[in-house]
């Protein structure tokens, strides 16, 4: 399996900042997404940011110039800076991958989507 294990979530003043990072562990073959959903009670989940393995980024509007993803292919994290938070953006953040599984004799599995636990992100003064 693939796990994925966020951290960074918190309590944040409107118009302050917080760093979102997930890792990714397990028997990986290669993670070809990565990203960051969040979801509010009651709500949809929806898409907040993800990037691919070579780099491209797909970023929803709501939070395009206050919100950067990046990823290190290398250690299979991937991290959100949120700047200029609003309370709107106030969710739970589940981080995202989809990923294809290492097997025995070092094939690949199929391509499966992965979820983090989630972690609380609040914005109050």
């Known amino acids: 399996q693939v796990q994925l294990v966020e951290s960074g979530g918190g309590l944040v003043q409107p118009g302050g900042s917080l760093r979102l990072s997930c890792a990714a562990s397990?028997?990986?073959?290669?993670?070809?997404?990565m990203g960051w959903y969040r979801q509010a009670p009651g709500k949809q989940r929806e898409l907040v940011a993800t990037i691919s393995s070579g780099g491209s980024t797909n970023t929803a509007d709501s939070v395009k110039g206050r919100f950067t993803i990046s990823r290190d292919n290398g250690k299979n994290t991937v991290s959100l800076q949120m700047n200029s938070l609003k309370p709107e953006d106030a969710d739970v953040y589940y981080c995202?991958?989809?990923?294809?599984?290492?097997?025995?004799?070092?094939?690949?599995?199929?391509?499966?989507?992965?979820w983090g636990q989630g972690t609380q992100v609040t914005v109050s003064s």
């Open positions: 397990g028997s990986i073959f290669s993670i070809n997404v």
């Open positions: 995202y991958g989809k990923a294809w599984r290492l097997l025995t004799g070092g094939t690949r599995s199929e391509m499966r989507e992965y």
